[in-house]
């Protein structure tokens, strides 16, 4: 196994920031198995950029955030479609790779596995959320029972084929994240501006406590977004943007504590371990990846889902954590090294047994 061929979400450019999560996920994996020696080539949407990656962009309509559908939702297909002129192209070139790996959340690519004859790995980036999905996910698990990958084992559980899932974990590239032993009285949310997210509670937990709050993150829902600062005039929150990993760790890494308030269940939430890595203390939800990730008391809190008094209150507990140790954590659970051994170990056994 030498030559990879990861295929992207369709439902924005990498390094838009649409992508989300699953975008950290992608860079960090190319930089971490080219490292290893494999030869990867990602297929992604028009304007995708990736440094030290290659990619080959693909014209076409990009595809609704599932997030944003119903269960009962059909799957929906735009006209000249991003994500079927990404697996045309696949097909064409599929016989020189040796491994596909599909990061689209979406039904196109698992319909058309058993129409390929290079394996695909599936990595899945989110909980289930559509029927139809789980219906065509499930029936592609049964038939290939190794290639499914998910973050966590929390995450597998939404789905019907759980018990075939490889639980992957992430990673991060550490010398992206400087330690800080000292913050400054103030809190920080990243992610997504998107309901799913429930910035709102986060918003009116520093309304509550008036620490001031820095937001990071791209603003998928503008509506969302001005609902917000309308309902919180006097929050003391602080927009900063959509930043670089340079410029966010570096304002991150001042901060007391990051509030997570995932109103769905994460898959992993890899901004927790980005703000571990610089000794930034988790407050979360106790639901999804972040309640595999945080460990209550020692590396943050995990609060009653969708309780504000529950964050007001592990916000004034914050003092009594070791900020050391959530460093620490992230350098034995969530290295590049680590994450990447499991990955390539996933890859080799769907290889073999494919
Ligand atoms: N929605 N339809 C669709 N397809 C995806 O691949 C997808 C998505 N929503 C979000 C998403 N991927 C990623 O941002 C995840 O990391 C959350």
Same mark, same amino acid.
């Given at each position: 196994?030498?030559?990879?061929?990861?295929?992207?979400?369709?439902?924005?450019?990498?390094?838009?920031?649409?992508?989300?999560?699953?975008?950290?996920?992608?860079?960090?994996?190319?930089?971490?198995?080219?490292?290893?020696?494999?030869?990867?080539?990602?297929?992604?949407?028009?304007?995708?950029?990736?440094?030290?990656?290659?990619?080959?962009?693909?014209?076409?309509?990009?595809?609704?955030?599932?997030?944003?559908?119903?269960?009962?939702?059909?799957?929906?297909?735009?006209?000249?479609?991003?994500?079927?002129?990404?697996?045309?192209?696949?097909?064409?070139?599929?016989?020189?790779?040796?491994?596909?790996?599909?990061?689209?959340?979406?039904?196109?690519?698992?319909?058309?596995?058993?129409?390929?004859?290079?394996?695909?790995?599936?990595?899945?980036?989110?909980?289930?959320?559509?029927?139809?999905?789980?219906?065509?996910?499930?029936?592609?698990?049964?038939?290939?029972?190794?290639?499914?990958?998910?973050?966590?084992?929390?995450?597998?559980?939404?789905?019907?084929?759980?018990?075939?899932?490889?639980?992957?974990?992430?990673?991060?590239?550490?010398?992206?994240?400087?330690?800080?032993?000292?913050?400054?009285?103030?809190?920080?949310?990243?992610?997504?501006?998107?309901?799913?997210?429930?910035?709102?509670?986060?918003?009116?937990?520093?309304?509550?406590?008036?620490?001031?709050?820095?937001?990071?993150?791209?603003?998928?829902?503008?509506?969302?977004?001005?609902?917000?600062?309308?309902?919180?005039?006097?929050?003391?929150?602080?927009?900063? *943007? /959509? $930043?670089? !990993?340079? #410029?966010?760790?570096?304002? &991150?890494?001042?901060?007391?504590?990051? %509030?997570? +308030?995932?109103?769905?269940?994460?898959?992993?939430?890899?901004?927790?371990?980005?703000?571990?890595?610089?000794?930034?203390?988790?407050?979360?939800?106790?639901?999804?990846?972040?309640?595999?990730?945080?460990?209550?008391?020692?590396? *943050? /809190? $995990?609060? !009653?889902? #969708?309780?504000?008094?529950? &964050?007001?209150?592990?916000?004034?507990? %914050?003092? +009594?954590?070791?900020?050391?140790?959530?460093?620490?954590?992230?350098?034995?659970?969530?290295?590049?090294?680590?994450?990447?051994?499991?990955?390539?170990?996933?890859?080799?056994?769907?290889?073999?047994?494919?």
């Amino acid at each position: 196994m030498h030559k990879l061929l990861f295929m992207s979400t369709p439902v924005g450019a990498l390094s838009s920031g649409i992508g989300g999560g699953v975008e950290l996920t992608l860079y960090n994996l190319i930089q971490e198995m080219q490292k290893r020696g494999y030869d990867i080539t990602t297929i992604a949407p028009k304007n995708s950029y990736f440094a030290n990656a290659k990619i080959i962009e693909i014209e076409g309509s990009v595809h609704i955030p599932a997030q944003t559908q119903t269960r009962d939702i059909p799957t929906v297909m735009p006209k000249n479609s991003v994500l079927g002129n990404m697996w045309e192209y696949a097909r064409k070139v599929q016989s020189e790779y040796d491994l596909i790996v599909n990061f689209a959340f979406d039904w196109l690519p698992f319909y058309l596995t058993p129409f390929f004859s290079t394996p695909i790995a599936q990595f899945i980036s989110m909980g289930s959320l559509s029927d139809s999905l789980d219906e065509m996910m499930d029936k592609i698990a049964q038939q290939y029972p190794h290639n499914f990958g998910v973050y966590t084992k929390s995450q597998a559980n939404t789905f019907p084929f759980s018990q075939l899932c490889e639980i992957l974990g992430s990673g991060l590239d550490l010398s992206l994240y400087q330690y800080s032993e000292k913050c400054e009285q103030k809190l920080a949310w990243l992610g997504r501006i998107a309901p799913e997210k429930a910035l709102e509670d986060a918003v009116k937990a520093c309304d509550i406590t008036q620490v001031p709050l820095l937001i990071f993150g791209k603003i998928q829902d503008e509506q969302y977004w001005q609902n917000i600062l309308t309902q919180y005039p006097d929050a003391p929150i602080d927009y900063r *943007g /959509f $930043l670089s !990993t340079q #410029d966010l760790q570096e304002e &991150l890494r001042q901060c007391q504590g990051l %509030l997570m +308030t995932p109103r769905w269940i994460e898959a992993f939430g890899n901004v927790a371990i980005e703000a571990l890595a610089c000794g930034v203390p988790v407050i979360a939800y106790a639901r999804g990846g972040p309640s595999e990730i945080v460990e209550d008391g020692k590396t *943050g /809190f $995990l609060v !009653t889902p #969708d309780s504000v008094d529950g &964050l007001v209150k592990a916000i004034n507990q %914050l003092s +009594t954590i070791n900020r050391y140790d959530c460093r620490l954590v992230v350098e034995k659970e969530y290295s590049l090294e680590v994450w990447g051994d499991r990955f390539e170990a996933w890859f080799k056994k769907i290889v073999k047994t494919n």
